[in-house]
Nanobody, 129 residues
Framework: QVQLVESGGGLVQAGGSLRLSCAAS????????MGWFRQAPGKEREFVAA????????YYADSVKGRFTISRDNAKNTLYLQMNSLKPEDTAVYYC??????????????????????WGQGTQVTVSS
């Protein structure tokens, strides 16, 4: 079993920055691909970013490419999402997720919500205009 706890959300003005963290406990954190997803009110949960088990590759939604950076520190069992140049449309609850497998054979799997097995409770990010 894997437990994930997000932190770092809050209220920020447009153009500002936030850094989200996701602390993992339980099974070996360093073995799993991990991702960030978000869900705005009235919308489906959507992919934001993902990273391979060793941090060797990163994947981003087009809407955040160039503004957000995903990273992980396997020694600290922590996943991060650095969010810069925030926009009001980034407002959502942000969730971290882990997949119960060492890697995805197809890179498209990293983008799919249903490929992830463990989820945190989410942290609210609100960007004011």
């Amino acid at each position: 079993q894997v437990q994930l706890v997000e932190s770092g959300g809050g209220l920020v003005q447009a153009g500002g920055s936030l850094r989200l963290s996701c602390a993992a406990s339980g099974r070996s954190f360093s073995s799993f691909p991990m991702g960030w997803f978000r869900q705005a009110p009235g919308k489906e949960r959507e992919f934001v970013a993902a990273i391979t088990w060793n941090g060797g590759s990163e994947y981003y939604a087009d809407s955040v490419k160039g503004r957000f950076t995903i990273s992980r520190d396997n020694a600290k069992n922590t996943l991060y999402l650095q969010m810069n140049s925030l926009k009001p449309e980034d407002t959502a609850v942000y969730y971290c997720a882990a997949a119960w497998k060492h890697f995805f054979p197809d890179s498209r799997n990293y983008y799919a919500t249903n490929e992830y097995d463990y989820w945190g409770q989410g942290t609210q990010v609100t960007v004011s205009s």
